[in-house]
């Protein structure tokens, strides 16, 4: 069984550039969610995403959007980059929104913002 | 507001000594709970977790973690440590619906010694 995966790996964008990521949760896994990790701010929820509607989102400028596919498949855009966007960004997917299902997380994708 | 308190940054135990990562949560309601682990470069990949029923709860990799309702803990050991074991390790709660995304404590990074 394929576990989530999220593509590119790395990515290097310059301030005020625009990048998109993605992520493919494990089949028959609804939910989608995205994390910020820094070294400075820790794991930081983004938005979590069932079945193509945002249900979760957290304290993130509108900079920061998404969306998700009718495969549940999602991608995350950052506008404007700024310096302090450069982090570590992790997906992770779960059967459904229930919180007791647990989530399986992807490799991530690391940007650097120059 | 749901929060997690990792209280060790780092902590540094030689191969085959016992291990206890602490983690202290606060949570409205009956919390998930859930350690991950996760090496260098890499995603998080999860030990263990907490729903309902038993309070010791057996994970991957030999450990184990304890849920005490009245000291709003769940503290991660391991018996016997390996080499391997080195890695940071992040404990999360989480909820259902609306509050089904994790929130981390800011993680303890293990060092194992020959």
């Known amino acids: 069984k394929a576990g989530v995966t999220q593509t590119p790996r790395y990515l290097i964008k310059t301030r005020g550039q625009q990048v998109t990521l993605s992520c493919s949760p494990i089949?028959?896994?609804?939910?989608v969610s995205w994390y910020q990790q820094t070294p400075g701010q820790g794991l930081q929820f983004l938005f979590e995403?069932?079945?193509?509607?945002?249900?979760n989102k957290g304290n993130f400028p509108g900079r920061f959007s998404g969306r998700q596919f009718s495969n549940s498949r999602s991608e995350m855009n950052v506008s404007t980059l700024e310096l302090g966007d450069s982090a570590l960004y992790l997906c992770?997917?779960?059967?459904?929104?229930?919180?007791?299902?647990?989530?399986?997380f992807g490799s991530g994708t690391r940007l650097t913002v120059v | 507001a749901q929060s997690v308190t990792q209280p060790d940054i780092h902590i540094t135990v030689s191969e085959g000594a016992s291990l206890e990562l602490r983690c202290n949560y606060s949570y409205g309601a009956t919390p998930y709970l859930f350690w991950y682990v996760q090496s260098p470069g890499q995603g998080l990949q999860l030990l263990l977790k907490?729903?309902?029923?038993?309070?010791l709860v057996q994970g991957i990799k030999g450990f184990e973690a304890e849920f005490k309702r009245s000291q709003s803990s769940f503290n991660l050991r391991k018996p016997s440590v390996h080499w391997s074991d080195a890695a940071e390790y992040f404990c999360a709660v989480g909820g259902t619906g609306t509050a089904s995304k994790l929130t981390f404590g800011t993680g303890t990074r293990l060092q194992v010694t020959l």
């Open positions: 992770a997917s779960s059967l459904a929104l229930q919180g007791n299902y647990g989530y399986t």
């Open positions: 995403y069932f079945s193509e509607t945002q249900r």
């Open positions: 089949s028959g896994h609804r939910s």
């Open positions: 907490y729903f309902s029923g038993d309070t």
